[in-house]
């Protein structure tokens, strides 16, 4: 993910050098910055999706009248939770008890039960003293980033090269330094912090399931690098909560190194089915973040009943391994019968499966054929939220899809294949 750049604007000169700047033609501004998208092939069309109680990944696509039954095969309801009949029970008995907003910011009269509960669950969950809740994962990196690296004082953020768009935001939010090092590679890190004054503050900002490669963090490994210079970190498991680790506390804690990790943020959106974000960390980092953020200060708290439905997600996934255990087998299944038709993908260790194709317009091409005539619901994946050549079909396989669900897709991907005269060997092999 790249944070959003700036419009280049193509100004009607001759209309500027009359008039005046005061001249400006806002409307005029706002259809050509979105020709330039068109242009680019960057301008984004959504999908009109209904989904059906019971019934995802299955849902109606609607489009300019039509109306067509489709199998979800990119969502990041990673396991159906959204769905899950103890979220549900939880979330309509909140909107029994409570109603549906919680009527204020936190700190003034917004702050329900739901929302100290599910703190205490995060915080739980992470091994950590204490939890914050924000609007979204976005908020959470942005506004956390954004006040440590504006609140404390000479601070260097060193963020890995392909960090998601909401901490590269937060980070040049801060104002603070930022070090760019390359995508998980722990000498470049080690240079740059080599390159540190000790006493100088650093926080190390990395993921650990990375969402359009799928690869993985050496979590442990950066940890070390972090103690032996004095850094704090900050990991986003956003991809990974619910769905790594015993409990689904994420790849820290499958990995055992939990505990070494200053601070965890995560979402509530994606495995755990609902929506909102989090931080865990230390009681007085938590409170410094609570304390000084303007993107969780001065917003409305979250519905009590999104704070309830996610409380319950994270107690069935701790106690639960069924959903993990089910994903896994389905994602190995699919990587092994892709394997078998040579069609490529990123052999990454994680349940994200970007399958390759290198062509923009092939990429939607695909994309396009698998919706018209096989009811597939794949979107593509362009520039520039991933580098040009490396356009692909991010796939993510859940619980809920079916042995037959999983025939239909490997048979009409092998077919537009074919049509598209692409090469087929597996990327290990490349
Ligand atoms: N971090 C990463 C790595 C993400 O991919 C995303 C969303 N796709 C976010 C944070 C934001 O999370 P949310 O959707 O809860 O705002």
């Not at 944070?3 to 005029?28: N, W």
């Not at 992470?126 to 924000?134: N, P, S, Y």
């Not at 909560?241 to 939990?258: L, S």
């Not at 087998?329 to 290198?358: F, W």
Request: a negative charge; aromatic letters at 6%; one cysteine or more.
């Amino acid at each position: 993910y790249a944070a959003c750049p700036p419009v280049r604007l193509r100004m009607d000169t001759e209309r500027t050098e009359k008039k005046g700047p005061e001249s400006m033609d806002y409307q005029g501004f706002f259809k050509e910055s979105l020709a330039q998208l068109r242009d680019e092939g960057n301008y984004r069309v959504f999908a009109d999706l209904e989904r059906h109680l019971g019934q995802f990944p299955k849902a109606t696509f609607r489009n300019a009248g039509d109306a067509r039954d489709v199998t979800i095969w990119c969502s990041n309801d990673y396991l159906g939770m959204g769905q899950h009949p103890d979220v549900l029970a939880a979330m309509h008995g909140a909107l029994d008890r409570c109603g549906a907003g919680a009527g204020g910011t936190r700190n003034i009269s917004g702050t329900t039960h739901d929302h100290v509960e599910l703190e205490i669950e995060l915080a739980d969950l992470h091994g950590k003293d204490a939890a914050l809740l924000f609007t979204s994962g976005y908020v959470s990196n942005w506004a956390t980033l954004g006040t440590l690296g504006a609140k404390i004082p000479g601070m260097v953020i060193l963020s890995d090269a392909l960090n998601h768009a909401s901490m590269i935001e937060g980070i040049r939010h801060s104002k603070a330094q930022r070090i760019v090092w390359k995508h998980n590679d722990l000498t470049d890190l080690e240079t740059h912090l080599q390159s540190l004054p000790l006493e100088t503050p650093k926080l190390i900002a990395f993921e650990s399931v990375y969402s359009m490669d799928g690869d993985i963090a050496p979590i442990g490994a950066i940890c070390d690098l972090a103690e032996k210079y004095n850094a704090l970190t900050y990991l986003d498991e956003v991809h990974a909560v619910g769905m790594y680790g015993p409990r689904g506390a994420g790849v820290a804690e499958r990995d055992g190194v939990m505990d070494r990790v200053d601070i965890i943020q995560g979402t509530l959106g994606k495995a755990f089915g609902v929506v909102g974000g989090y931080i865990t960390a230390s009681t007085e980092l938590v409170d410094f973040v609570r304390s000084f953020a303007s993107g969780f200060i001065f917003t409305t708290a979250l519905p009590p009943a999104v704070a309830a439905g996610a409380v319950a997600s994270i107690k069935h996934l701790k106690q639960s391994a069924v959903e993990r255990h089910a994903q896994q087998e389905r994602v190995a299944d699919l990587r092994q019968r892709l394997d078998g038709i040579g069609i490529p993908h990123i052999p990454n260790p994680s349940h994200i499966i970007p399958v390759m194709v290198g062509d923009p317009v092939k990429c939607k091409y695909i994309s396009d054929r698998l919706l018209a005539d096989h009811g597939i619901y794949i979107q593509p994946i362009n520039y520039p939220t991933v580098p040009k050549g490396t356009e692909r079909l991010r796939i993510t396989p859940s619980p809920v899809h079916t042995a037959a669900d999983m025939d239909r897709l490997v048979g009409a991907l092998e077919a537009l294949w074919a049509e598209c005269h692409l090469a087929r060997k597996p990327m290990a092999a490349q």
